[in-house]
């Protein structure tokens, strides 16, 4: 269960990215994860409330966008939507291909609050 | 419908110590940074270490029992003599294995991860520097026993060897994409097993790897009884060379 580890370091991205930005406040984390990335989304959601508890991003809602795992071809050049397993040409079968996407393990962007609200 | 509140609409703000936060005073920030970032960093800090000092860094990573400690302890012996290596060790309890390494002849550093599943960087730095990495020509990492943690945390090394065992079955590259994806080289082990086993065939897992879209080598090894030594100890000589500095060589020379 190395999703803890990784809530871990996500949140201590986030919790500088809120001081850099004088927020107090983090509404959201927008996280993109390849199929490839080794990480199991739903795991790190259940993760990331239980570290971030106490911390200006103990609110916050992780929106984790998944990615399909794409290849391209080496031999005939043809680009492939593929299973994570099986990183095959669909028109030649080769297996000498290259990954164009699907080991993503990024953080895209987060929705900050500046200040609290005065809007109660 | 909102919990606390009420309202139609509960994902457009948040109830955070009695206030309510609208998505509206919320600022979009664009971060586009690697979640392991800073694991990242130290991975490439160790790396600057090893390179300076000219020590070629292998992790060896495997489910648990597929005989990482016992390929290590044959190497050892295999190179006495010509490389000087290192092991830094990593279990969740116990210094059994940094003990076999020791009496095998090679300095060993054990790392105690508690419950962590995996080796991260910063472990491997603190371990590293209790290291005289300049007498040494190969440094091997052995991982944590786990084909899923490890393979997300670079820890600095060169090069990943994946060990499979023939008592594991041959469709282990179909299960654990993302571990056998990362290996340099495929090292099939326990091969005076095969037989015993009966239902593992090389060229099926060896299939199984290339779907994965990876065209590393793969060596078939039984360190208990030698087989393979010479073709794995090969890899790794022709490997520590094309490492080394020019400005790093030094005694041996």
Not at chain 1, 15 to 37: C, D, F, N, Y
Not at chain 2, 4 to 32: F, K, W, Y
Not at chain 2, 106 to 126: F, K, P, R, S, W
Request: some cysteine.
């Amino acid at each position: 269960m190395h999703e803890l580890a990784i809530c871990q370091a996500i949140l201590a991205q986030a919790l500088g990215v809120a001081e850099t930005h004088r927020a107090s406040r983090v509404k959201r984390i927008t996280l993109r994860i390849g199929p490839l990335a080794g990480v199991e989304p739903s795991l790190l959601g259940a993760a990331f409330p239980l570290v971030a508890a106490g911390t200006s991003c103990e609110a916050a809602r992780l929106r984790i966008e998944t990615v399909a795992v794409r290849v391209e071809c080496q031999l005939c050049g043809t680009e492939s939507e593929v299973s994570p397993n099986r990183l095959l040409c669909r028109a030649c079968g080769s297996w000498r291909v290259a990954l164009l996407e699907g080991d993503e393990m990024r953080i895209e962007s987060m929705e900050l609050f500046e200040s609290e609200p005065a809007n109660v | 419908m909102c919990d606390v509140c009420g309202c139609v609409n509960p994902s457009d703000h948040v109830h955070v110590a009695g206030a309510i936060l609208h998505s509206q005073t919320g600022r979009q920030i664009e971060v586009m940074q690697a979640m392991l970032h800073d694991n990242d960093r130290q991975a490439d800090h160790n790396r600057a270490h090893f390179d300076a000092a000219g020590v070629l860094v292998v992790n060896l990573m495997s489910s648990p029992g597929a005989g990482k400690t016992s390929l290590l302890e044959a190497t050892i012996r295999a190179l006495k003599g010509r490389l000087t290596i290192a092991v830094i060790e990593g279990d969740l309890e116990t210094e059994n294995d940094a003990r076999r390494i020791r009496d095998a002849g090679a300095a060993a550093v054990q790392i105690t991860t508690g419950n962590a599943c995996h080796l991260d960087a910063t472990m491997v730095h603190a371990a590293l520097h209790t290291l005289a990495l300049r007498e040494i020509d190969i440094l091997f990492i052995e991982n944590v026993g786990n084909l899923v943690c490890p393979a997300s945390f670079d820890l600095g090394q060169h090069r990943n060897v994946v060990l499979l065992s023939v008592t594991e079955g041959d469709d282990k590259p179909e299960k654990y994409p993302v571990m056998f994806r990362a290996a340099d080289l495929l090292a099939i082990s326990k091969t005076d097993l095969t037989e015993a086993v009966g239902d593992f065939q090389t060229l099926r897992a060896l299939r199984h790897f290339r779907h994965l879209g990876n065209a590393a080598p793969m060596l078939e090894i039984s360190a208990r009884k030698g087989d393979g030594m010479a073709a794995w100890t090969g890899w790794l000589l022709a490997e520590h060379e094309a490492r080394r500095p020019a400005q790093a060589k030094h005694a041996h020379d």
